[in-house]
């Protein structure tokens, strides 16, 4: 089955700075990778997704990108802002078909933005 | 309701009891998954349902360990003799449609201690 390794597990920075956070993944066939952001005490609420035929995507400050061939994706933060800080979660769905498909995610990063 | 509801929000009980949570996803979405959450981890997979297809159970780590959908929507994951190492937050999210990628919406999630 697909495995997700993610680092770092805890992140500090500065408001203002630029954070980034790295995921691998084992199933070459895998071919969607969204990241999840959770706030203390809610669920992970989907901040961007990137599909396998793309290999950068960006939407305001966040951006992810994806090398197939090293199978790692990244997402990048920049001008951080204290309301950024939560853990963070990069998943890989691997394909299958039906109930065979399956999103496995990583075991997150928590992120504190300091003033 | 708007989101996906999950209840109880808080659950303690004694080591041997049998617990039920319960799970509302967002009407008319036909993907339903449960998470495990332990204290620092990562999102560990427990089960998957989609229509009227035969759930994967896959992720279940033990035959205490139960779930169905009643009518394709209200989700009740029932956890037998309870154990301390069964401590977690247990999180439902559903998914519109039946393709394999897309949002995932999350409900708050079922703190649940057993001491």
């Known amino acids: 089955g697909e495995n997700v390794e993610q680092h770092p597990s805890t992140l500090s920075v500065q408001e203002g700075d630029s954070a980034v956070i790295k995921c691998t993944y084992s199933d070459s066939a895998s071919n969607y990778f969204p990241w999840y952001k959770q706030e203390l005490g809610k669920g992970p609420q989907l901040i961007i997704d990137i599909r396998s035929n793309v290999g950068e995507k960006k939407d305001q400050r966040i951006a992810v990108t994806l090398n197939k061939t090293a199978k790692h994706f990244s997402l990048h933060i920049t001008e951080t802002q204290p309301e950024d800080s939560a853990v963070y979660f990069c998943a890989a769905l691997s394909p299958g078909g039906g109930t065979a498909s399956k999103l496995t995610f990583g075991t997150g990063t928590r992120l504190q933005v300091t003033l | 309701g708007a989101g996906v509801s999950q209840s109880p929000s808080n659950k303690v009980t004694e080591k041997g009891k049998d617990v039920e949570l319960r799970c509302d996803p967002i009407s008319g979405h036909t993907a339903l998954y449960w998470y495990r959450q332990s204290l620092g981890q990562g999102l560990e997979f427990l089960i998957y349902?989609?229509?009227?297809?035969?759930?994967?159970k896959s992720g279940l780590p033990s035959d205490r360990f139960s779930a169905e959908r009643t009518g394709g929507s209200v989700s009740t994951l029932t956890i037998q003799r309870t154990q301390q190492e069964d401590s977690a937050v247990y999180l439902c999210a559903s998914r519109r449609d039946r393709g394999t990628t897309g949002e995932l919406f999350f409900g708050e999630g079922s703190r649940l201690t057993v001491l």
């Open positions: 349902f989609q229509g009227n297809s035969a759930p994967d």
